[in-house]
């Protein structure tokens, strides 16, 4: 399967003469994840099996037969979408159902359920009334349009997981397997064990490196968490608030470029512009999350006096350095996107080659990756990649539910008139549905089924489009660490053996700029590199203080700790500060009383630390 995806991004079928269909690549992408679905996964989620039931073997070479049918027979099938016969929406019905079962299997009910509720309301959509009421469909026009239109599971959503994302899974996958991982862990802790709270500080930078390759904020918790979350608690941090540190962290790796959980090379393929504008916009807000979080577990790890990693702890900086040439393949990786402009996918197969290259010729303290170790990244690489295929593929039911009922056009309309009118309340309100929507679900399940139901209503009052989706990604991915369904949290806490609520609202807190930040760029895009180059400079530097001071509120120290009174002008400071000054007319002068507020309270703390200081 991943030698298929590399063949179609160097377009080798077309050297081969072929002329085909896209639709019959993603068909014959799906003849390989149905079967590795079945084959792998036990109808029961967690329970353990020795050999693989019968059924599921039926299952598997059922799934196997009908993409292989509709890969071969594309051409002819895609012209009878709408004459309803036979041969198109019986294996339409077969592919729906056994789609939706190897998901369920993947990922649990959730997503399930949501995407039954879509089909139900194409079936059924004239029954809802008012701004709701659909055109309803045919249960035979429904399953052959969901399986051959270009707008149903042969899809946008599934174009993208069978080629960029699987390319950099298989980056991600060779960078563990040839101890780049490893390295970039060891570089982090070299690089902050040093200082106060270095466990955290690790925590943070680690999370976020593999994160921002990781397709899932659970999978980064799990991935890191395991490591980090012990050293935080040993150096004596209470359990839920390490807990929640990593979770937090994890969950960021999804807001960072250059992969945002996949969510950036399917957010240029609905807005139509290049991967490498998305990656531009989303930095900013992305770096200011992580030095939120940077500056809160210094300023923790201050209060409570936790010190430095011990130096016996410490990897060997010589050690480290051998590792150095890892970072020639990202260096590659973003000159062929930036500076050449090539496709996501064949930026990152270049990418691959260099780091398998560079680790075979150097390797990494005594590990090598060897020619013979490829056959197995690449079949690791095809497993990773089928739970978020099999998200796509079904995700791809939900666009042609809006589609082909008209649905994304009332909910569009139904958002904005509950809004009024008003870019505030429609704001709110999009928020607590994103947050809602998004729980239980994982990064690209989330991004697809918000980009498709809320985005549209943002753009719809002049939000910016690049401003809209981000907006709903940030709300989205937030849903992994707010309470009650915080799966990101939860998974940290789980590792910590820490209360999952505490958890839940302490990574609450720990991200509190995600929750402002969204709103502050739908207002000024300068926080997204949108505009004058002065205006962004100012709305950057402005936003930096404005974090300091939320973060000193946060904690409730700086050099010494402060009562609830100084907490809440700090934070008055700090939230002034934020507010880029193009927001409104009025807002350069909110900038420069928060920015002035907050350096007298600083200087203020810091002339009375020093009188304490004298006096003692």
């Known amino acids: ?77 895609v012209l009878k979408i709408f004459a309803r016969t036979p041969d198109i929406w019986i294996p339409g019905l077969i592919l729906i159902f056994l789609l939706l079962e ?29 701004r709701l009421q659909g055109r309803p469909q045919s249960w035979q026009l429904l399953a052959g349009y969901m399986a051959v239109d270009s707008n149903g599971i042969l899809g946008l959503p599934i174009s993208v997981a069978s080629t960029v994302v699987m390319a950099f899974i298989l980056f991600g996958v060779l960078l563990g397997l040839s101890g780049g991982s490893r390295f970039f862990t060891e570089a982090a802790t070299l690089g902050m064990g040093r200082f106060r709270g270095g466990s955290m500080k690790i925590a943070v930078l680690a999370s976020g490196l593999f994160g921002s390759i990781s397709g899932s904020a659970v999978a980064n918790v799990v991935g890191t968490g395991v490591v980090t979350i012990p050293m935080i608690k040993r150096a004596g941090y209470q359990p839920h608030r390490a807990a929640a540190i990593e979770a937090v962290a994890s969950t960021g790796g999804q807001l960072m470029p250059p992969v945002m959980g996949a969510s950036a090379f399917l957010m240029a393929e609905f807005l139509a512009i290049p991967y490498s504008n998305i990656v531009l916009a989303a930095l900013v807000p992305a770096l200011l999350y992580y030095l939120a979080l940077f500056m809160q577990a210094d300023l923790e790890a201050a209060r409570l006096g936790i010190k430095a990693i011990p130096k016996k702890d410490m990897p060997a900086p010589r050690k480290v350095l051998l590792g150095v040439h890892f970072s020639l393949a ?60 099999l998200i796509s593929a079904a995700s791809g039911v939900v666009i042609g539910v809006l589609n082909v009922t008209g649905l994304s056009f009332n909910l569009t309309y139904l958002l904005v008139q509950i809004g009024g009118g008003n870019v505030f309340a429609l704001l709110g309100l999009s928020a607590v549905v994103c947050i809602i929507l998004g729980m239980g679900l994982p990064t690209l399940g989330v991004y697809v089924l918000l980009a498709a139901l809320v985005a549209p209503a943002l753009i719809e009052v002049g939000i910016n489009p690049i401003a809209a989706h981000l907006f709903v990604l940030y709300f989205g991915m937030m849903s992994m660490i707010t309470p009650p369904i915080a799966l990101a949290a939860f998974a940290a806490a789980a590792i910590a053996k820490a209360p999952a609520m505490a958890t839940g609202w302490a990574a609450v807190r720990f991200g509190w700029l995600a929750y402002l930040i969204p709103l502050l760029f739908v207002f000024s895009p300068t926080l997204l590199l949108i505009g004058e180059t002065t205006e962004i400079a100012v709305a950057v530097l402005t936003a930096v203080f404005g974090v300091w001071f939320v973060s000193i509120a946060m904690a409730g120290f700086l050099v010494r700790p402060f009562g609830l009174l100084r907490r809440l002008v700090f934070a008055a400071a700090g939230l002034l500060s934020l507010i880029p000054a193009s927001a409104f007319p009025a807002a350069s002068q909110t900038d420069i009383i928060g920015i002035l507020l907050g350096l007298l309270l600083v200087g203020y703390e810091f002339f009375r630390a020093r009188q304490q200081k004298e006096s003692t």
């Open 102 to 130: 190897a998901l369920r299997r993947a990922t649990g009910w959730a997503l399930v359920i949501i995407i039954a509720c879509f089909i139900l309301y194409a079936l059924f959509g004239d029954i809802l009334p008012g």
């Open 1 to 77: 399967m991943v030698l298929l995806a590399a063949g179609w991004a160097f377009s080798f079928q077309r050297q081969l003469g072929l002329d085909l269909y896209p639709q019959q690549y993603y068909a014959a992408i799906l003849f390989f994840v149905l079967p590795l679905a079945y084959l792998g996964l036990p109808a029961r989620k967690g329970s353990e099996r020795e050999t693989v039931p019968f059924y599921d073997i039926l299952l598997a070479l059922l799934g196997a037969g009908i993409c292989a049918y509709i890969a071969i027979l594309y051409p002819a099938l």
């Open 330 to 389: 990202f260096a590659v990786l973003i000159y062929l996107l930036f500076w050449k402009g090539y496709q996501a996918e064949r930026a990152a197969l270049w990418g691959a080659g260099v780091l398998v290259i560079s680790a075979w010729l150097f390797g990494y303290q005594g590990v090598r990756l060897r020619l013979s170790q490829l056959f197995g990244a690449l079949a690791n690489a095809g497993h990773a990649v089928v739970e978020i295929l």
